[in-house]
């Protein structure tokens, strides 16, 4: 590895699995509270997200305002400074 070369964490496929996200899916498209089973899928898919992002299918979905919120209402900490528009 050079000087200055970031290497992306890889994360193995099976983590990755956006279908597992449906807890979150109203608060994210109407608003209202967060169910824990939403925070513990978005914590446990968080190397995920910026894939997600990216997405031609997913990404309008994880960059809207409501989505937003869900990230710190999970767990601020671990979301500071995440932008979903990279």
Known sequence: MGVGVVEAAVVPPSRCNPT?????AGPTLFGGP???ACC???RAQ?????????????????RSPNA????TTS????????????
Do not use: M
């Open 20 to 24: 597992l996200l449906t807890p979150c």
């Open 34 to 36: 967060v169910p824990p």
């Open 40 to 42: 513990a899928q978005l």
């Open 46 to 62: 968080a190397a995920c997200l910026c894939a997600y992002a990216r997405s031609p299918n997913y990404g309008s979905y994880i």
């Open 68 to 71: 937003k919120r869900l990230f």
């Open 75 to 86: 767990d601020p900490e671990e979301y500071i400074g995440w932008d979903p528009h990279i």
